[in-house]
C-alpha cells in the first residue's frame, strides 16, 4: 500500500500545481495570465496570403524572401498597435497573419499587405527641354538615378536608401500633417545629385506605382525630405509602411476570415456551458451505472480535466471553439478508460478472484485495449495536425492538438488516477461499500 | 447465449441499406461544398433596423450581388454567400446596404477564399482521410502481429472504418440536397475523428477477440468472436452513450459555427460503434470461412425473402 501513498502525494501535488497554474491571477509568471483564445473565440482577422515570388530578388531564395516578408509584417503589424499578432510562413508561398482584436480591419490589411516600394521619380523630356505626354496628357515619369558615392554606379533611389526613423510631423505654418523622412548616406548623395538636376522642375514620390506628391524642386536637398498632400492617417500608415521596409514581393489575399469579438465571446460561453453540462452529464452517468466506482471515476475525471485544462495553459495552446470540442470528446475517450477499467474488474470479481487480484488484473487486461485504441487515436490526431498545419486551417490544428493532449493524460488518469484510488479504497477498508463487489452474489 | 454473429447477414443488409442510398445520393448529387473547397465568400450580418430576408436579397441584386445565397439565422443575422471578393467590394457592399436600407450593417463575421486555397484544401482533405486509414492498417496490423494473418484485422478494422465514412458522407450527401448542409473544412476534421473513435471501438472488440483466443478459446472462431462481442458489448455502449451525451450537450449549444462538425460526430458515433459491433469482427469470420462463394448467391436468396 505504500507505493498507493506515494502515488496519492504524487497525484495531489499535481492537482495542486494545476489549480495554481489554472486560477486566474495578475501574475505572469508561466503565463498564467489567461488562457490563449483562438481569433474564433475573442474576435479578430485570419489572413492568409500569397507571396508572388516570380517579382522575387534573384539573388535571393525563395525562404530568405519569405523570412524577410515574414518579419517585416510583424514590425508592420507592431507598429499598428495589434496586440499578440501570429504571423507565420505556411508552405512555400504562404503566409498566415492573424490579427486578434482589432477594429479596422481594412486599415489594418492596408498596411500589412502593401509592398511600399517608395521611388523618386523625375518627368521625362525631350530634347528641346519639353516634358513628354502619354497619349492621355499625363507627365512620364521614371525612377531618378545617379550616380552613388563609389562615383561609378548609377544607382535608382528608392526606399531602400531611408533610414527606418520617418515620423508624421505637423507643417508649422499651414498646420497639415505630413511626413518628414531621412535618407541614409547613400540616399544622401543621390537624393542631392537628382535635387540638383532638377531645381525648378518636378519630381514626384511614388509609393507602389501610384504617384502620391509631385513637387517642384526648390533647392538642392541632401538627407531629409517630407511628403505633404496626405490625410493624417494615410500619413500615419505611410510611417508604419516606410519603417518597417518595402515587402520584397506582392502579396495577395486568398483567404480572410473576420470574426467580430462579440461573436467570439458568445461561442466561448456557450461552449463552455455545454462541456459543463456535457461532463456534467458523464458524471451522472458514471455514477448512477458504476455507483462507488463511478464516484472514483468522476473524481478522476475532474482532476482531468483540471489537469488538461492546466497544460493548455502552460504550453500555451490556443483554444479554438474546435479545440474545445476535442477536449470535451477527450473527456468522453478518458471515460472510455475508466469503463474499460470497471468492466473488466466485474468480470475479475465474477470469476471469483479477490478483490485486491481483481484489481491487478482488471487493470492489466484493460490495459492492451486502452493502449491500442488510443494510438489509433493519435494517429489520426497526427494527420489532423498535419492537414492543418500544411491549408493554414488553424482551427483544425487546434482541434487535433487538444484532442491528443486530452487522450494522452487520459491514459494518464485512468491508469495512474483511477487506479490508485481504487486501490487506496480497498486497503483503507472501504470494500464493502464498493457496489461491483455485489456483482459477484448477483452472478 | 445471443447469437450475433449468426445473423451478420441481416446486419450486413441493414449496413447496405444505409450506404447504398447514401452511395446513389452521392454518385447522383455528390456533396454539397462549402467556400472551403471551391471558393468564395461567406458573412454574417446584422442590422440595427429590421430588414427581411427578399428586402435584403433584392438588395444585393440592385448592388450587384444577383447570385448572393442569403439564409436567416436563429439569431435574427443573415449569412450571405457570394463569389469571392476584395477587401474594397466588400466595403462598397456594406455601405451600399447602408445607404439602400437606410441602417446601420454589422459585419459579425466574414470569409473570403480564392480558388487557389479552396482546390488544395479539397485535395488535402482527400489525402489526410486516405493516409489516416493507412496508418491505422499499418498500427493494427503491427498490434496484432502475433496473431495468426495480423493483416487481416488491420483490413477488416479499415473495412469497418470505410463503412461509417460512407455512412457520415451518404448522409451528409443526403443533406445537402435535402437540408442544404455544407461540407467545410470542420467536416473533414470530424469526419477524421470520426475514423479515429471508429477504430478505437473496433479495437476494443478486437482486443477481447485476441485474448479469448489466446487463451485457447472456446469452440471455432464464430463462437469467439461472439462472447467476445457479447463481453464488450456493455462498455461499447457506456463508452458511445457517455460520448453522445457530451456531443449533443455541444450540438444545442454550441453555438452554429461547431453544428455541422458536432452532426458529423453524431451521426459517426453511432454509425462507429455499429460497425464495431455488427460489421468489424463479422467480416473477420466472413474472411476465415471464406464466404465469399455464399456471398455472391445470397443476392438471389435475397429476392426469394426467406432467412
Not at chain 2, 461540407?183 to 477504430?199: E, H, N, P, Q
Amino acid at each position: 500500500m505504500k507505493r498507493d501513498s506515494y502515488f496519492l502525494i504524487f497525484i495531489l501535488i499535481l492537482v495542486g500545481l494545476a489549480l495554481w497554474a489554472i486560477l486566474p491571477t495578475d501574475s505572469t509568471r508561466l503565463g498564467r495570465n489567461g488562457f490563449q483564445l483562438g481569433l474564433d473565440l475573442k474576435g479578430g482577422t485570419h489572413l492568409v496570403y500569397q507571396a508572388d515570388l516570380s517579382k522575387k530578388d534573384p539573388s535571393q531564395t525563395d525562404e530568405q524572401v519569405m523570412a524577410a516578408v515574414k518579419a517585416k509584417i510583424e514590425r508592420r503589424a507592431n507598429s499598428y498597435g495589434v496586440t499578440e499578432p501570429l504571423i507565420q510562413i505556411s508552405g512555400e508561398k504562404r503566409i498566415v497573419v492573424e490579427l486578434p482584436g482589432i477594429t479596422d480591419v481594412d486599415a489594418a490589411i492596408n498596411i500589412i499587405g502593401q509592398v511600399a516600394q517608395m521611388e523618386i521619380r523625375e518627368a521625362h523630356y525631350d530634347s528641346n527641354g519639353n516634358p513628354v505626354l502619354d497619349a492621355e496628357g499625363n507627365t512620364q515619369w521614371f525612377v531618378a538615378s545617379a550616380l552613388g558615392s563609389d562615383g561609378v554606379t548609377q544607382k535608382e533611389l528608392t526606399g531602400k536608401y531611408l533610414k527606418p526613423n520617418a515620423q508624421v510631423v505637423l507643417d508649422q505654418t499651414t498646420n497639415r500633417p505630413q511626413v518628414a523622412f531621412e535618407w541614409n548616406d547613400e540616399g544622401a548623395v543621390l537624393f542631392k545629385a537628382i535635387t540638383a538636376r532638377n531645381l525648378n522642375k518636378p519630381i514626384s514620390i511614388f509609393l507602389d506605382e501610384t504617384n502620391i506628391e509631385t513637387a517642384n524642386v526648390q533647392n538642392e536637398i541632401g538627407a531629409k525630405g517630407v511628403i505633404t498632400g496626405l490625410a493624417l492617417k494615410d500619413c500615419q500608415n505611410l510611417v508604419i509602411q516606410l519603417n518597417s521596409g518595402s515587402l520584397d514581393v506582392p502579396l495577395t489575399i486568398v483567404q480572410r476570415t473576420d470574426v467580430d469579438a462579440t461573436l467570439g465571446s458568445d461561442s466561448l460561453t456557450k461552449s463552455l456551458i455545454a462541456g459543463a453540462i456535457g461532463i456534467g452529464i458523464v458524471i451522472a452517468f458514471m455514477i448512477f451505472y458504476y455507483h462507488l466506482p463511478g464516484v472514483i471515476a468522476a473524481t478522476a475525471l475532474l482532476i482531468y480535466s483540471a489537469l488538461v485544462l492546466a497544460v493548455y495553459k502552460l504550453i500555451p495552446v490556443t483554444l479554438t471553439l474546435p479545440g474545445i470540442a476535442g477536449f470535451i470528446i477527450s473527456v468522453g475517450m478518458a471515460v472510455d478508460a475508466n469503463v474499460l477499467i470497471f468492466e473488466r474488474l466485474k468480470e475479475e470479481l465474477r470469476t471469483g478472484r479477490t478483490l485486491h487480484r481483481a484489481v491487478d488484473e482488471g487493470f492489466r487486461r484493460a490495459w492492451p485495449a486502452i493502449r491500442d485504441s488510443n494510438i489509433s487515436t493519435f494517429i489520426t490526431c497526427a494527420i489532423l495536425y498535419w492537414f492543418g498545419s500544411t491549408f493554414g486551417a488553424f482551427m483544425v490544428k487546434g482541434f487535433a492538438l487538444t484532442l491528443f493532449l486530452g487522450v494522452a493524460i487520459s491514459m494518464f488518469s485512468a491508469v495512474v488516477i483511477t487506479r490508485t484510488f481504487i486501490s487506496l479504497l480497498i486497503g483503507g477498508g472501504m470494500v464493502k461499500g464498493l457496489s461491483i463487489h455485489e456483482v459477484k452474489k448477483n452472478v | 447465449m445471443f447469437d450475433i454473429v449468426g445473423k451478420r447477414y441481416w446486419f450486413f443488409l441493414l449496413s447496405a441499406l444505409i450506404i447504398i442510398p447514401g452511395i446513389i445520393s452521392l454518385a447522383v448529387f455528390g456533396l454539397k461544398p462549402s467556400i472551403d473547397f471551391k471558393s468564395g465568400t461567406s458573412m454574417t450580418l446584422h442590422f440595427s433596423t429590421s430588414v427581411n430576408e427578399s428586402q435584403l436579397r433584392s438588395t444585393l441584386a440592385d448592388i450587384g450581388y444577383k447570385e448572393a445565397i442569403v439564409q436567416r439565422t436563429g439569431e435574427g443575422d443573415f449569412i450571405v454567400r457570394l463569389s469571392e471578393i476584395s477587401t474594397e467590394q466588400n466595403q462598397q457592399l456594406l455601405s451600399g446596404l447602408n445607404t439602400t436600407l437606410d441602417t446601420t450593417t454589422e459585419q459579425k463575421d466574414l470569409s473570403v477564399i480564392s480558388p487557389a486555397v479552396a482546390s488544395q484544401t479539397a485535395r488535402n482533405a482527400v489525402i489526410a482521410v486516405f493516409v489516416a486509414a493507412l496508418g491505422i492498417l499499418a498500427y493494427i496490423t503491427f498490434a496484432f502481429r502475433k496473431m495468426p494473418k495480423p493483416l487481416r484485422w488491420g483490413t477488416c478494422a479499415v473495412a469497418a472504418l470505410v463503412h461509417d465514412v460512407l455512412v457520415v458522407t451518404g448522409i451528409f450527401s443526403i443533406l445537402g440536397w435535402a437540408a442544404g448542409i455544407e461540407i467545410d473544412a470542420m467536416f473533414i476534421t470530424g469526419m477524421l475523428t470520426v475514423v479515429g473513435f471508429s477504430v478505437h471501438d473496433t479495437i476494443v472488440v478486437f482486443d477481447r477477440i485476441r485474448e479469448n483466443l489466446s487463451r485457447g478459446g472456446r469452440g471455432n472462431l464464430e463462437n469467439v468472436v461472439n462472447s467476445s462481442i457479447l463481453q464488450t458489448v456493455t462498455r461499447s455502449l457506456n463508452t458511445s452513450l457517455t460520448v453522445l451525451f457530451v456531443l449533443l450537450a455541444l450540438f444545442v449549444l454550441g453555438g452554429a459555427t461547431i453544428h455541422n462538425f458536432t452532426l458529423v460526430l453524431i451521426i459517426g458515433i453511432i454509425t462507429g460503434t455499429y460497425s464495431s459491433i455488427f460489421s468489424a469482427s463479422q467480416l473477420l469470420i466472413v474472411w476465415e470461412n471464406r464466404e465469399w462463394g455464399r456471398f455472391v448467391s445470397w443476392i438471389p436468396f435475397l429476392r426469394k425473402k426467406k432467412a
